[in-house]
């Protein structure tokens, strides 16, 4: 149990278009879902944090207009990152914890995203 | 601030044991997690601990002392698949992550 879907797994765009990446909590209510960017050799970098039906919260530094997340319902949130450049080219993980134990994240297997 | 320190790479042989440290700073102290991360791939859990002591699960297990800010996770009887890197993270008195940078563990015949 506990399962979290990302879809895509791969993207390739062009500089200046926007990608939505899709995060699924497939057997468990997501009360909370986590965003995080992780660029090579590098640790895990938390963007956001979105608990459902309500707006994410931001950490330091990440634009909220660049990287647009919604959480909608408890099983599916979406991080869209509009007019993405080179640099935004990274692998792109989701995770989510809910009604399991508290502490858990369950992690997706992650988007790679790269921008040419 | 908050901080998380661990080693950047470790090798080790098969069928033998490997420590990998970890101290910690947060601001507020729930627990300590490790989490293992194949190349590509998306972090999986491995333990939590949140009191003193060794926590056992199987060939792993995880070690915690919050007066010492400092963790380890054992790995015995290393198998080829245990190559991967392995996450230390305190979670802080919001709740929050702080994910160290990882340390990579080479397996070597």
């Known amino acids: 149990g506990a399962v979290v879907s990302q879809h895509p797994s791969r993207v390739i765009c062009k500089s200046g278009t926007s990608v939505k990446i899709e995060c699924r909590s497939l057997?468990?209510?997501?009360?909370?879902m986590f965003w995080y960017r992780q660029f090579p050799k590098q640790s895990l970098m938390l963007m956001a944090t979105s608990n459902e039906g309500s707006k994410a919260t931001y950490e330091q530094g990440v634009e909220k207009d660049k990287f647009l997340i919604n959480h909608a319902s408890l099983t599916l949130s979406t991080l869209t990152v509009t007019s993405a450049h080179p640099e935004d080219s990274s692998f792109y993980i989701c995770?989510?914890?809910?009604?399991?134990?508290?502490?858990?994240?369950?992690f997706g297997p992650g988007t790679r995203l790269t921008v040419t | 601030g908050q901080n998380i320190d661990q080693p950047t790479e470790m090798t080790a042989t098969e069928g033998a044991i490997v420590q990998i440290n970890c101290t910690y700073q947060?601001?507020?102290?729930?627990?300590l997690f490790w989490y293992q991360q194949h190349a590509g791939e998306a972090p999986t859990f491995l333990s939590y601990?949140?009191l003193d002591g060794l926590e056992e699960k199987g060939r792993f297990s995880s070690f915690l002392s919050r007066s010492k800010g400092y963790s380890y996770l054992l790995l015995k009887e290393l198998q080829m698949k245990d190559s991967a890197s392995y996450l230390c993270?305190?979670?802080?008195?919001?709740?929050?992550?702080?994910w160290g940078a990882g340390t990579k563990l080479i397996i070597k015949p």
């Open positions: 995770s989510a914890s809910g009604d399991r134990e508290w502490y858990e994240q369950y």
């Open positions: 057997d468990f209510q997501a009360t909370t």
């Open positions: 601990n949140v």
């Open positions: 947060t601001s507020g102290f729930n627990g």
């Open positions: 993270a305190g979670m802080d008195s919001n709740y929050q992550l702080i």
